[in-house]
T-cell receptor, first 112, second 115 residues
């Protein structure tokens, strides 16, 4: 039972445009959500997070939006750059645990 | 910056061998985690530890054990390696989320091949 779902295995975006990566979850106990970026042959790097008390968090070119009623979060990258090409994982945790549940990842390719 | 170091980047072992994967973190984190990453399956938690000598099973603990004798070191053990344990293994650490949520920080991974 996949509690965190990334339904798009891949996304291709032109440099300078917006990249939108989506993530859905099923567990209403999740209250902390994160996005990680992963390059080949490297470990995932923490990108940005959001607590369930917020609906938006911004850090430079990266913004995460949370829609609790729809159990949906998204990561917006504006403007997209070729160096953003990587696999992006969303993850979630519940209030009573430090464990993270990861989605299956979306491969983003930013082309010139 | 948090540094999580995994002892090997690449490892090749034979079926039936006992395999040790080592992970060390330098930020005095209470929590440490072992994941495996497989194509199309994302990251799946094998075991985690929230304190020295403490361990809890994750989602896929079968065929694995762990050891945490010191706070900074967390070892993953494949008791008798099998070909279906060929994977990328990732170690992570984090502070305990007592008052605020804490992200996990990852090592660069060990790509393990079992022949």
């Amino acid at each position: 039972d996949q509690q965190v779902k990334q339904n798009s295995p891949s996304l291709s975006v032109q440099e300078g445009r917006i990249s939108i990566l989506n993530c859905d979850y099923t567990n209403s106990m999740f209250d902390y959500f994160l996005w990680y970026k992963k390059y080949p042959a490297e470990g995932p790097t923490f990108l940005i997070s959001i607590s369930s008390i917020k609906d938006k968090n911004e850090d430079g070119r990266f913004t995460v939006f949370l829609n609790k009623s729809a159990k949906h979060l998204s990561l917006h990258i504006v403007p997209s750059q070729p160096g953003d090409s990587a696999v992006y994982f969303c993850a979630a945790s519940a209030a009573d645990t430090d464990k993270l549940i990861f989605g299956t990842g979306t491969r983003l390719q930013v082309f010139p | 910056d948090v540094k999580v170091t995994q002892s090997s980047r690449y490892l090749v072992k034979r079926t039936g061998e006992k395999v040790f994967l080592e992970c060390v973190q330098d930020m005095d984190h209470e929590n440490m985690f072992w994941y495996r990453q497989d194509p199309g399956l994302g990251l799946r938690l094998i075991y985690f530890s929230y304190d020295v000598k403490m361990k809890e099973k994750g989602d896929i603990p079968e065929g694995y054990s762990v050891s945490r004798e010191k706070k900074e070191r967390f070892s993953l053990i494949l008791e008798s390696a099998s070909t279906n344990q060929t994977s990328m293994y990732l170690c992570a650490s984090s502070l305990i989320s007592l008052y605020s949520n804490q992200p996990q920080h990852f090592g660069d991974g060990t790509r393990l091949s079992i022949l």
